[in-house]
């Protein structure tokens, strides 16, 4: 079946540390990326998407690229900021009409 | 961006009784919408698809007759919780569909529900 691995937390950086939280997933064919961002006490945010293989995702400084060979997103961002503390969740969608399968989330915090 | 409300955002009840949670797209229509669930420090898991016109399709293991779902127009989208009990707070999250303009889903706010 289809299943989002991620890398378990939590991260804990320093502020403006590299940052990559890693991201695999199992799908049958060719489905959607993404990574959705949940600050403290609210729903979820769209981070940033990717649809196919290649492709770059990028928002407010994160990247992630869709890897097909791989099947890996794996989350990037040069240099976080205290800002930046919350839960992320990587997850597949494998067409615009099926449910979003996420990630077991990944929280990061950083210190200032 | 396209927007969806919840209401409440947050509810506390006594055991047994039963709670009306609403799931609305403020800028566009949705003929289908998503009812996810998440216990605290945890990942979402989709509890049911809920479809305008029509019965929702809920997940297995999943107890319809305890989380009912009613898609009754284009915008609006409710969860009950019947009976509640105290194993049944969690925060409910919902989401919509954009199917005519972008096809995206797009994430209610959430609502946390305690059972007491």
Not at chain 2, 104 to 113: E, K
Request: include cysteine.
């Amino acid at each position: 079946g289809n299943s989002v691995t991620q890398m378990e937390g939590p991260v804990t950086l320093s502020e403006e540390a590299f940052l990559t939280i890693n991201c695999t997933y199992t799908a049958t064919g060719y489905p959607s990326l993404f990574w959705y961002v949940q600050y403290p006490g609210e729903g979820l945010q769209l981070l940033l998407k990717a649809t196919k293989a290649d492709d770059k995702g990028s928002n407010k400084g994160f990247e992630a690229t869709y890897r097909k060979e791989t099947t890996s997103f794996h989350l990037e961002k040069g240099s976080v900021q205290v800002s930046d503390s919350a839960v992320y969740f990587c997850a597949l969608q494998r067409s615009s009409a099926s449910k979003i399968i996420f990630g077991s989330g990944t929280r990061l915090s950083i210190r200032p | 961006g396209a927007v969806v409300s919840q209401h409440p955002s947050w509810v506390i009840c006594k055991s047994g009784t039963s709670v009306k949670i609403e799931c609305r797209s403020l800028d566009f229509q949705a003929t289908t919408m998503f009812w996810y669930r998440q216990f605290p420090k945890q990942s979402l898991m989709l509890m049911a698809t809920s479809n305008e016109g029509s019965k929702a399709t809920y997940e297995q293991g999943v107890e319809k007759d305890k989380f009912l779902i009613n898609h009754a127009s284009l915008t609006l989208s409710t969860l009950t919780v019947t009976s509640a009990h105290p194993e049944d707070s969690s925060f409910y999250i919902c989401s919509a569909r954009d199917q005519l303009y972008t096809d995206t889903q797009y994430f209610g706010p959430g609502t946390r529900l305690t059972v007491l």
